[in-house]
């Protein structure tokens, strides 16, 4: 569909917030669901690039939250309001709140906090039975992202980073592991996380979830040609449990979430 | 009493069905193989039944797991991919796949590969009997492990084996998808009309490499893949026009086509019908709109009949 940039912000560094209008866009658009974005007209660049969904604005907007990383994201930083934007979406499954959650534990790296923001304001808007807090870690202060908006949802934060330019120095899975010895004695029934960021801090948190028994449901990334699973382009390696063996799954249309005790990190 | 004129001319009537040996197209419109899925990944983006045929996912005889990811890097104009031909198997297609095509109106091709001849055959019969499958495109680009691993489609000899063996296991309309990896594609066309094949597909995708200059490391697991889109369109013209005009054969052809006027560039050089390939990842109704481009063209440019304009590509003398 052909969207209407209606603001693209250089937030800070290579942090950019873009939203986009058209009819209907929003309406079923689940947190941590994706949408594939034609930067440009033309061949070159040819693929689409995924995004996540950051924020429903109404029925008839969206926000994204991005970083420029490379050749496309570059190009969409120069998108200014009143541009049309040839969009897709959304796509994928997103995340699954179960209704036997009582603690949502959102981890985010990075710009992997994207599609977090969008799914602690869903939790908060239609399950008041659950409790929300995020472990947002980063490089430096400036890849802490959304910490103003979390902060206005009301989510308790645990904040990190690598070089310890803001709040504590240190990796997300540090703080996440304080927070269980704090809290977990107490039970952890009810607990799941909700992870997105880089593989090697997946693979952390993961390690954290299964040793304590806790749901974890992590949002993966892969190159995508087409977003709708058809080019088996963008797998990862997933458990099936039925067989017991490994398969290849698609991020666009089985994920991008999974159960993280299936992914073959 | 006299006839009212109309200020609107009434819709111009041109004819867009093809024939690609028996098997017969309301349009020259196809979907390239890998690039649709079963057909259901794009059926919500518009109706399937505008389309003349769609090209359905790579069958083997077993379910194929596929290669490892990194699968695809973006090119310039183009894309790399080493999908690894992962798919269900022949008999999940037939079963959970197939019955949903039934409800369009449209021509099915099932493109099968193996590894030995055998496994071809062994595909082709088990589609020869299922219902709904209009004609079998084969993969020839693929290795047999009986001859060392080299591709059947870059030796003569085990190109016609291979398309002889399934034209004896089946009926329906078969069509040879030619290896574009070879100094010359018309000896290999030539072996495929000796082998008795109803039409050729025309190109699959270029051998192609990529390297990512910081990590130093090739930019999709395999290492090597294969090319497709806009990229290789000039390649995949040039060897459409030498092989229709070596060779009787129908062509389905492409590589490359993202528009009508692409699409109309393969007629031109010699192809009877196309198919839309990566241009779906890009926009998921390029098929259907190069269908409504072709008919747009046709009426402006007065041609009442689509096969009136193939391989008439206007060389000066
Ligand atoms: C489901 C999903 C959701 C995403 N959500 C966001 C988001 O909300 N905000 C954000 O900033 N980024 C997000 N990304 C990553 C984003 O898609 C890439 O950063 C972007 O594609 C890079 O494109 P480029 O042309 O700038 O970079 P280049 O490196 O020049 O891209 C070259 C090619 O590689 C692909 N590619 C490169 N990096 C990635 C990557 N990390 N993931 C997938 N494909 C990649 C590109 O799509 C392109 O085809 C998401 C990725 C996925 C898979
Ligand atoms: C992701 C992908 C998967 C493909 N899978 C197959 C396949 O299973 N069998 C086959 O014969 N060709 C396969 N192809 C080749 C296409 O059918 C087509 O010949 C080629 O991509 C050129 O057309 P295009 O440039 O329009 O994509 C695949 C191509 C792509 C991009
Ligand atoms: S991007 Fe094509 S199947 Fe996922």
């Known amino acids: ?265 | 009493m006299t006839k009212r004129k109309t200020t609107t001319p009434p819709e111009k009537q041109v004819s867009l069905a093809v024939e690609l040996g028996p098997l017969k197209m309301k349009n020259p419109v196809c979907t390239a193989s890998g690039t649709f899925g079963y057909g259901e990944e794009y059926s919500r983006y518009y109706d399937l039944s505008k389309l003349g045929a769609i090209t359905v996912k790579g069958l083997s005889l077993k379910p194929l797991q596929g290669n490892p990811p990194p699968r695809i890097c973006e090119t310039p104009s183009g894309m790399l991919n080493a999908i690894g031909l992962q798919n269900v198997g022949v008999d999940e297609f037939i079963h959970k796949k197939l019955p949903f095509l039934h409800r369009y109106d449209i021509k099915v091709v099932a493109n099968i590969f193996g590894n030995t001849i055998e496994e071809y055959e062994a595909v082709a019969a088990r589609l020869d009997r299922a219902a709904g499958v209009h004609a079998i495109e084969v993969n020839i680009s693929c290795p047999n492990v009986k001859k060392g691993g080299m591709a059947f489609g870059t030796d003569l000899d085990s190109t016609y084996d291979v398309l002889k063996a399934v034209r004896g296991a089946t009926g329906l309309p078969v069509l040879a998808k030619l290896s574009p990896n070879v100094t010359d594609v018309v000896p290999f066309a030539v072996k495929a009309a000796e082998a008795g094949v109803d039409g050729l597909s025309l190109i699959n995708t270029l051998l192609g490499m990529s390297i990512n200059v910081k990590t130093r490391k090739p930019r999709i697991a395999n290492i090597t893949g294969g090319l497709s889109g806009p990229a290789i369109r000039p390649v995949a013209i040039r060897i459409v026009y030498q092989v229709h005009r070596a060779v009787g054969l129908p062509i389905l052809g492409m590589g490359g086509i993202i528009n009508s006027d692409d699409a109309i560039e393969f007629i031109l050089a010699g192809a009877t019908a196309v198919s839309v390939g990566t241009a779906n990842f890009v926009n998921p109704t390029a098929a259907s709109d190069i269908v409504d481009g072709i008919k747009k063209y046709m009426i402006e440019n007065d041609i009442a009949d689509i096969r009136q304009l193939v391989g008439k590509v206007d060389i000066p003398a």
């Open chain 1, 1 to 265: 569909m052909q969207a209407t940039v209606t603001s693209n912000e250089n937030i800070f560094g290579s942090y950019f917030h873009l939203e986009v209008a058209a009819k209907g866009i929003g309406r079923k658009a689940g947190p941590g669901t994706f949408y594939m974005l034609k930067v440009a007209s033309g061949t070159d660049p040819l693929l689409r690039r995924p995004i996540s969904l950051h924020r429903v604005v109404s029925d008839d907007a969206v926000r994204f939250l991005y970083k420029s990383v490379g050749r496309g994201t570059n190009i969409l930083g120069r998108l200014v309001p009143g541009d049309s934007l040839d969009i897709i979406g959304p796509l994928g499954n997103g995340f699954k709140v179960g209704k036997s959650v009582k603690l949502a534990m959102l981890v985010a790296g990075g710009i992997g906090v994207a599609p977090l923001l969008g799914l602690a304001e869903h939790i908060m808007k239609t399950r008041t039975d659950v409790t929300v807090v995020a472990f947002i870690g980063g490089r430096s202060e400036e890849d802490l992202l959304a910490i103003q908006e979390f902060r206005e949802l009301g989510v308790r934060m645990y904040l990190c980073t690598e070089d310890g330019s803001l709040a504590r120095c240190g990796i997300v899975t540090d703080t996440i592991e304080e927070y269980i010895k704090r809290y977990a004695p107490s039970g952890t029934k009810g607990w799941e996380m909700f992870s997105c960021g880089p593989k090697g801090m997946l693979r952390g948190v993961d390690a954290i979830a299964s040793m304590h028994k806790i749901k974890h449901h992590a949002s993966l990334e892969a190159n995508m040609a087409c977003g709708v699973g058809a080019c088996m382009g963008c797998v990862v390696s997933i458990l099936d449990r039925k067989a017991g063996v490994p398969v290849y799954k698609k991020v666009c249309d089985d994920g991008p979430v999974f159960d993280a005790e299936d992914v073959v990190w």
